[in-house]
């Protein structure tokens, strides 16, 4: 009897040792974070490898005719598409664009079943979804816009990028109060509108039908939206003495290009105690 509480108290104290040690073991979520992306990398590295460096111009003339397709199909103004691609992913040269093929910083939600991408944004890791193409992006952006808060929008004629530009701001889409304004900028810098297209009045009513109802299938289905853009305190920078967009654009890791559009600069002229967004 002694004997067999001998072996039972043994392997109390090994169990809770071995208790013990695994409740010690805790993964890192940055490690994991970091283990996913070198995944995602290797598994796109001959996409990664022979990504071209796009310029304003070379971005629209590879995307105007998809922005064009979605318009087409769903009524969103081709120009608007391609104004909130080109400002969400600089010009399509983002960490995002190249390794992830997000095209519209679109992140993950709780019915994404697709490859994740983690990314320091609003938090620390936040998660991004990741698609197989630049197409499926563009795609992606479209349905996400197929909600309840943004259904208005979808009865404003296809090439009222206007319309769209503040119906974008008043639904929610992002709180920086120059964001109508950036995309309309946009739009007219490199004249997206002429990519935009009318509609006869049966065509409109056929599509808001069609879309609306897409829509009203959707509603107790949306997760919360994922892509608001702010331009929060930390994302601000006070021009100092001996500051140029060069200088600021270096320090936080942006392109001069990229200031402009987000500050509504029509030149590289600043000045001393000027507020500028520093980040997307």
């Not at 992306?37 to 996409?47: F, G």
């Not at 103004?77 to 679109?106: C, D, M, R, Y």
């Not at 929610?172 to 997206?192: D, W």
């Not at 509609?199 to 409109?204: L, S, V, Y």
Request: with cysteine; net charge positive; aromatic share 10%.
């Amino acid at each position: 009897m002694q004997r067999i509480l001998a072996c039972l108290l043994v392997l109390v104290v090994m169990l809770s040792a071995c208790s013990s040690r695994k409740k010690t073991v805790r993964s890192n979520p940055n490690d994991a974070a970091r283990r996913n992306n070198e995944r995602i990398q290797q598994e796109n590295r001959q996409a990664i490898g022979s990504y071209p460096s796009y310029t304003a111009i070379a971005y629209i003339e590879r995307f105007k005719s998809i922005a064009v397709k979605e318009m087409n199909l769903y009524g969103i103004p081709a120009s608007i598409t391609l104004a909130q691609g080109i400002f969400e992913s600089a010009f399509g040269n983002s960490e995002l664009a190249k390794v992830a093929n997000n095209h519209f910083g679109i992140k993950c939600t709780s019915d994404w079943a697709g490859r994740s991408y983690f990314k320091d944004d609003d938090n620390v890791n936040d998660c991004f979804r990741v698609y197989s193409n630049p197409e499926d992006s563009y795609r992606d952006h479209s349905e996400f816009l197929k909600r309840k808060r943004y259904a208005r929008l979808f009865e404003l004629d296809k090439n009222d990028y206007v319309g769209w530009a503040y119906g974008l701001k008043e639904a929610g889409y992002a709180t920086n109060p120059s964001y109508p304004q950036l995309l309309i900028n946009t739009i007219q810098k490199y004249h997206l509108d002429q990519y935009d297209r009318p509609e006869g009045e049966i065509q409109k009513i056929k599509r808001e039908d069609r879309v609306l109802a897409q829509i009203n299938n959707n509603i107790g289905k949306a997760v919360k939206d994922s892509i608001v853009r702010a331009a929060p305190t930390n994302k601000l920078y006070t021009v100092a003495t001996g500051d140029t967009l060069y200088s600021i654009s270096k320090r936080f890791g942006i392109t001069v290009e990229e200031l402009r559009t987000l500050n509504n600069l029509s030149d590289n002229s600043i000045q001393i105690g000027q507020m500028l967004i520093v980040a997307r």
